[in-house]
């Protein structure tokens, strides 16, 4: 199999289905010529042409709103938000309008798009306040919409064909810091990973922590360094955030007894909560220590400067001090 990148699991993943089906369309800012400010599409406008890769306006409400009347004509649009911070003009349409369609139309109706768009920062992201902030709690918390948020190539690619073929809108979110700060093997052949079902990446008996996007390999990090003083931690990766795999998380806590919850967005009302609310429910008797979690700070994003980014950002260190804080317990 062949190493790519996460951007190219993206691409790769569009031109396939593009290929496949022709009622794929993309459409948003810089999409076509430019091939996207990341190179996400790069290529799809010299195969498939101007009227299936779009170039729009700067008009995120415009870009989603054209995108769910497609869907609703029979299409399969995919809809680019150049970066996640600059969605909200475009809430009202995905909120009132694509996430209610088969609710309000008693099942008559539905709204097969996918929304994408980079997200997310680092240290040496130099994202700033409009160019790093971690939104998914806003959509997770909306019936109607499925939440994604891969952490390598693999799932990339699966994860997007897979959301292609959904016949609900969902929101696919690519954290800018991986897009190629990693290779990973990717089958040239088809294959799908489920949306709403997450993976063990380490195993562990000690401790639980579920995590999703690129704080997973944070996670990693950390869990590997506690492994030298043999407390062994159990990594999840949600994958998607909702649905969340609701069985998948039960079973980890109940089976270690402690859990972190771990994410790059501010903390509080965040998916942490859930995921936290969730355990409390279903695994209380089960728990040999308080449900943790660790994220974001309360600033609306990861400051420019390195240093300050440094005090935002979670890092290795910060979530393995948090780790044997509750292995102390």
Known sequence: ?????????????????????????????????????????????QEFGEERVIDSPLAEAAIVGVAIGCALAGLRPVAEIQFLDFIPPAMDQLISEAAKIRYRSNNDWSCPMVV???????????????????????FAHVPGLKVVLPSNPYDAKGLLLAALRDPDPVCFFEHKG??????????????????????????????????????????????????????????????????????????????????????????????????AALVAEECFQALDGPVMRIGGPEIPAIPFAESLAEVYCLGPRKIESKLRELAAY
Request: proline share 4%.
């Open 178 to 275: 991986l897009y190629r700060s990693m290779r990973q093997e990717v089958p040239d052949e088809e294959y799908l990973v489920p949306i709403g079902r997450g993976r063990i990446v380490r195993p562990g008996r000690d401790i639980s922590c579920f995590t999703y996007g690129a704080t997973v390999h944070e996670v990693v990090t950390a869990a590997e360094s506690l492994s030298r003083d043999a407390i062994e931690v159990e990594v999840v990766d949600l994958r998607t955030v909702r649905p969340l795999d609701r069985d998948l998380i039960v079973e980890s806590a109940t089976r270690t007894g402690k859990v972190l919850v771990a994410h790059e967005a501010n903390l509080a009302v965040g998916v942490g909560a859930e995921v």
């Open 116 to 138: 994408r768009a980079p997200c997310g920062g680092g240290v040496h992201v130099h994202g700033a306040l409009y160019h790093s902030q971690m939104l998914e709690a806003l």
């Open 1 to 45: 199999m062949p190493e790519i990148t996460y951007v190219e699991a993206i691409r790769d993943a569009l031109r396939e289905e593009m290929r496949r089906d022709d009622r794929v369309i993309v459409i948003g800012e810089d999409v076509g010529v430019k091939g996207g400010v990341f190179g996400a599409t790069a290529g799809l406008f």
